[in-house]
T-cell receptor, first 112, second 113 residues
């Protein structure tokens, strides 16, 4: 049972480049989330999904887009990367609102 | 809006007991979670409180008072491996069946011999 898998684990981008972060879960969870974690800021919600085909904005959505075409996958896209998007990105999923998140191992992104 | 406060850092001695406090202000409260995060790793689930009172799980216990907007995580018989950040997270109903966790900035606990 792999749980929540994030790819890639590390990436360096140049300003203006685009990329997609993939999150895959094999637990049949309905809810999926993308957070970013920055020193002194804690985990902040970027976008989330309450089921296949749905997405919604979180606290810090600007500069990011998401898609949930399949229940098991939640993609986070950066169309034009900026240095302010340098961060560690965590994907999480859960089966219901009274359950804890299961986190992926994170993607460390540096934009230069 | 939401506001979650927890101490930035704490230090405790191996074998001792430490209490990490968390205060919050939110609407649509639906429960409070505690997570442990070792440096360079993902957060892992520790506890969930939705009703007032104490939940005990081995060496870890978590307490919630909804009327006071207050929770604490109690760690007993501290071990060196307990050195980590502890994240307080509040679940709230933001409408249309949508619930998310809002995290505090975390408390970095250092356990010393």
């Amino acid at each position: 049972n792999a749980g929540v898998t994030q790819t890639p684990k590390f990436r360096v981008l140049k300003t203006g480049q685009s990329m997609t972060l993939l999150c895959a879960q094999d637990m049949n969870h309905e809810y999926m989330y993308w957070y970013r974690q920055d020193p002194g800021m804690g985990l902040r919600l970027i976008h989330y999904s309450v089921g296949e085909g749905t997405t919604a904005k979180g606290e810090v959505p600007d500069g990011y887009n998401v898609s949930r075409l399949k229940k098991q996958n939640f993609l986070l896209g950066l169309e034009s990367a900026a240095p302010s998007q340098t961060s560690v990105y965590f994907c999480a999923s859960r089966t219901g609102v009274n359950y804890g998140y299961t986190f992926g191992s994170g993607t460390r992104l540096t934009v230069v | 809006g939401q506001n979650i406060d927890q101490p930035t850092e704490m230090t405790a001695t191996e074998g001792a007991i430490v209490q990490i406090n968390c205060t919050y202000q939110t609407s649509g409260f639906n429960g409070l979670f505690w997570y442990q995060q070792h440096a360079g790793e993902a957060p892992t689930f520790l506890s969930y409180n939705v009703l007032d009172g104490l939940e005990e799980k081995g060496r870890f216990s978590s307490f919630l008072s909804r009327s006071k907007g207050y929770s604490y995580l109690l760690l007993k018989e501290l071990q060196m491996k307990d050195s980590a950040s502890y994240l307080c997270a509040v679940s709230r109903n933001s409408g249309a069946g949508s619930y998310q966790l809002t995290f505090g900035k975390g408390t970095k606990l250092s356990v010393i011999p």
